[in-house]
């Protein structure tokens, strides 16, 4: 019997701005007792401490299914490339890879373990800091799940073909020296295209990470008329970016507004502990 293995690989990316509510769960359905769920939390992880001594956390591990899953760790870096429309791309390059990289101050409690159905398994995690460690540093956990696969003899005797699905999930973890991050960012253009037939009102904002670590960066816009009264509001598509980073995201507003001219007003923030927001206004012209 041929087995192909199909590798999924899920990780929040670094644009979700929700706090973890629950364990993000990878699932395959599958008939039963074959079928398998895994999840793993939080998503993020977030440690904090002065350089040069070890802070821990921990990460859980489900098995949703009705059979044992084996899971096994990788530790990868996490950058941002840049796509051709200027737009961020998340890459997990080997450890140790960008000038911001924890991953290889990383000891995890378990590399390798059996998580039984219907139960979790917590993972503890070490971060040894460096004494010359400055700024915010960043690195992916990964468990890769290995659900156990029995075969089943052909009844008719007839070659078969099964597929085993392998979930990758990522908890990003973050490490940041206290008293030296320095959260910050400049917003380089705003700018829209007004809605046509086939598509809608479409704003772009290119952001560049100045900072000595990680930004998310979150916001609202409001629609004005030339009275100042407010004519619609709503949130802007979050940007997660790495020192140095800088790229284009863009949002999109499906509502409807009558021809004339408005003023278009942003804000946005750079995280809850940033000292710094940013507010940007440009006139916004309906035909």
Known sequence: MR??????LLITGGVLP??????????????????????????????AGVPGSAHTGTVTVWNNGVKALDVVTELSDVVNTLTKDKHLERDFPPPGVVPYSCAKWVVLE?????????????VGITVSTPADASGGYACV???????????DAPSDGKPQTSVVVQPRIGTLLFFETEGTTQRKGELLTLSYEPPKEDRPLLLQYEFKNTGNTDVLLTGH???????KALVSKGDLTPIRTFPGDQGIAQTEWTGV???????????MELGPDAQEVIVREIPLKIE
């Open 221 to 227: 816009f409001h629609i004005m008329d030339d009275t």
């Open 18 to 47: 929700r706090a973890w509510a629950g364990p993000a769960a990878a699932e395959a359905e599958t008939a039963p007792p074959k079928g398998f769920g895994m999840a793993v939390g939080p998503t993020n992880l977030r440690l």
């Open 3 to 8: 087995i192909a293995i199909i590798a999924i």
């Open 257 to 267: 507004l009558v021809p004339g001219t408005y003023q278009l007003v942003i804000t």
């Open 110 to 122: 378990h590399q390798a373990f059996t998580v039984e159905p219907h139960s979790k398994r917590d």
């Open 141 to 151: 956990i990964f468990f890769r799940g290995l659900p156990a696969f029995e075969s």
